[in-house]
C-alpha cells in the first residue's frame, strides 16, 4: 500500500542524525578553548625547541586551515560521492583526528615526550578534523535542504546553527566536567598540562563515531539521486517523506531541472550567470565580516576590559541569549521569511556594534556596553548565524550546488581566519573604531540583502533554478 501522506517521524530521524554534523562542527570548533593551556605548558617543555606565542597561535587556529581545505573539497566529494557518502568521510575524519589529537605520538614518537616533530604532527591531526568540519559546514546544511520539504526547510536546516552553538556548549561543559573530575588531586595543574588536554581532545571520539555510524542508516538526498540516474530510488525516498502523489509532483519537477541520461549534467559554476554565485558568496563573507566571531572567541577578555568583575559568567549568560535567539529564528524563518529575520538582525547588531563604540569613548556605566555587546550577539543569533546556512542550502540551482556551496562556505572559513586575527590588535588599538567599522559593516549588509537578496521561503529548490534561469 502506498504511503499517501509521508511519515513525519522518518523525516525528523533522517534531520536530527544530519544535524550531529552541526553538532560536531561546533565540538571540534570549541574544544581547543579548554585544553589550550594545557597544550601550550606541555610543547613549552620541548627541549628541542622553543615554543612561542606565535607557534601557539598557530597551532590553536590550525584547524581553520583544514576547515578551508574541507569546504573546497566539498563540491568534488558531494558530486562525486554524494552527500551521504561524504558526511561519512567528515565523520571518519572527526574520529581520526580525536583520536590523533589524543596520542599524536602514534607508532612515530615517545609518549609524553614534547618536539617540534611532535607539534607538526599534533596539527596535522588538527587539520584533519578541520577537513572534517570543512566537510560537514557545507554538506549538513545542503542534505537537510535536499532531503526536507520546502515548507519546512528553513526551520529544519536553521535546527543545524542550533546544532553548532549547542555543540561549542557541550564541549565547554565537558572540558569543565574533565578538570572537575581531578580537582581533588595535590597537582590538578601537572595532570591538566600532561593528560587533561588529550582527554578533552579525545572525548569528541565518542559524538563522531556515533555520527559515522549512523549516517550510514540515513538515505541519499533524492536530487542526488535524480541527477545520478536513481530515480526510482528518489522516488522512495520522497514518498517516504512526502507521501506518494507529492512525490510524484517533485521528482517531475527535479527531472525538469536535470538531464537524465548516462552522465550527470556537469554545469558550470556560472551556467546561471554571475550574480547568484556572487550573493551566495557575499552572505557567507559578511556572516564573518559584521565581526561575530570576534566576540564569541573573546567574550571574556572584552568583558574584563569593559570593568566587568565576573567576565565568566557574563560569558556563560551570552552563551544562554545565543542559544535561546537561535531557537527564535527556528521557530520563526517559516512564518516571517529569510529576509526579514537577515535584516532586523543586521540593523540589531549595528545597533548593539555602535552601543559598543560609543561606551569606549564616553562615560557611562558598565552595564551599557554589556547589554549592547549581548544585542548584538543576540541579533546575530536569530538572523545571520541560522539564515545564511538556509541560504547556502536553498539558494544554488541543483546542477550548481555542490560546486556553489563548496564555494560559499570557503570563503566563510577564510573570512573567519581574517576577523579572528585582526580583531585583537584592531581592539587594542582602538576599541571605537573595531565596533564602528563592525556596526558600518551590519548596516552595509542590511542594505546588500534588501537589494540583492531573493526572499526563498516557501520555494522548492527547483522554484529556485527556474528563478536564476530567468535573471541570466
Known amino acids: 500500500m502506498q504511503n499517501s501522506k509521508g511519515n513525519p517521524a522518518y523525516l525528523f530521524g533522517i534531520v536530527l542524525v544530519a544535524v550531529l554534523g552541526g553538532l560536531l562542527f561546533g565540538y571540534d570548533t570549541a574544544v581547543i578553548s579548554g585544553a589550550e593551556k594545557g597544550l601550550q605548558a606541555f610543547f613549552q617543555s620541548a627541549p628541542d625547541f622553543t615554543y612561542t606565542d606565535g607557534w601557539h597561535g598557530f597551532t590553536t587556529s590550525s584547524a581553520l586551515i583544514g576547515c578551508i581545505i574541507g569546504a573546497l573539497l566539498s563540491g568534488v566529494m558531494a558530486s562525486r560521492l554524494g552527500r551521504k557518502k561524504s558526511l561519512f568521510v567528515a565523520g571518519i575524519l572527526f574520529f581520526l583526528s580525536a583520536l590523533g589529537s589524543y596520542y599524536p605520538e602514534f607508532l612515530f614518537f615517545e609518549k609524553g615526550l614534547a618536539s617540534k616533530s611532535l607539534l607538526v604532527a599534533f596539527n596535522g591531526y588538527r587539520i584533519l578534523g578541520g577537513i572534517g568540519v570543512g566537510l560537514a559546514s557545507a554538506l549538513c546544511p545542503m542534505y537537510i535542504a535536499e532531503i526536507a520539504p520546502a515548507s519546512k526547510r528553513g526551520k529544519l536546516v536553521s535546527w543545524n546553527q542550533f546544532a553548532i552553538i549547542f555543540g561549542q556548549l557541550v564541549v565547554y561543559f ?198 549592547s555587546i549581548m544585542v548584538y550577539s543576540a541579533s546575530f543569533m536569530f538572523s545571520w548565524g541560522p539564515i545564511c546556512w538556509v541560504y547556502i542550502a536553498e539558494l544554488f540551482p541543483n546542477t550548481i550546488r555542490s560546486q556553489a556551496t563548496a564555494w560559499a562556505v570557503a570563503f566563510q572559513w577564510i573570512f573567519n581566519f581574517v576577523v579572528s586575527s585582526t580583531f585583537v590588535p584592531m581592539y587594542t588599538r582602538s576599541p571605537f573604531f573595531a565596533y564602528a567599522l563592525y556596526g558600518v559593516i551590519c548596516l552595509v549588509a542590511a542594505v546588500f540583502v534588501w537589494r540583492l537578496v531573493p526572499e526563498t521561503k516557501g520555494k522548492t529548490l527547483e522554484d529556485m533554478t527556474h528563478f536564476w534561469k530567468t535573471q541570466k
Open 174 to 371: 565537558v572540558n569543565f566536567l574533565i578538570i572537575r573530575s581531578h580537582a581533588s588531586d595535590p597537582d590538578v595543574v601537572a595532570w591538566t598540562n600532561a593528560i587533561g588536554w588529550r582527554v578533552m581532545f579525545v572525548s569528541e571520539a565518542v559524538p563522531a563515531g556515533l555520527f559515522a555510524l549512523l549516517i550510514l542508516l540515513v538515505p541519499e538526498t533524492p536530487r542526488y539521486l535524480a541527477m545520478h540516474g536513481q530515480a526510482d530510488k528518489a522516488f522512495e525516498v520522497l514518498s517516504r517523506i512526502n507521501g506518494s502523489e507529492k512525490a510524484g509532483e517533485i521528482l517531475q519537477e527535479i527531472k525538469e531541472t536535470v538531464q537524465q541520461d548516462s552522465h550527470v549534467r556537469q554545469e558550470k559554476l556560472f551556467a546561471y550567470g554571475f550574480m547568484v554565485v556572487f550573493i551566495g558568496c557575499m552572505l557567507s563573507v559578511f556572516q564573518q565580516i559584521i565581526g561575530i566571531n570576534a566576540v564569541l572567541y573573546f567574550a571574556p577578555r572584552i568583558f574584563e576590559s569593559m570593568g566587568v568583575d565576573n567576565n565568566m559568567l557574563f560569558t556563560v549568560i551570552m552563551g544562554v541569549i545565543n542559544i535561546s535567539f537561535t531557537l527564535v529564528a527556528v521557530f520563526t524563518v517559516e512564518k516571517l521569511g529569510r529576509k526579514p529575520l537577515l535584516i532586523t538582525g543586521s540593523l540589531g547588531m549595528a545597533l548593539g556594534a555602535f552601543g559598543v563604540a560609543l561606551s569606549s569613548v564616553a562615560q557611562v556605566p558598565a552595564l551599557v556596553p554589556v547589554v
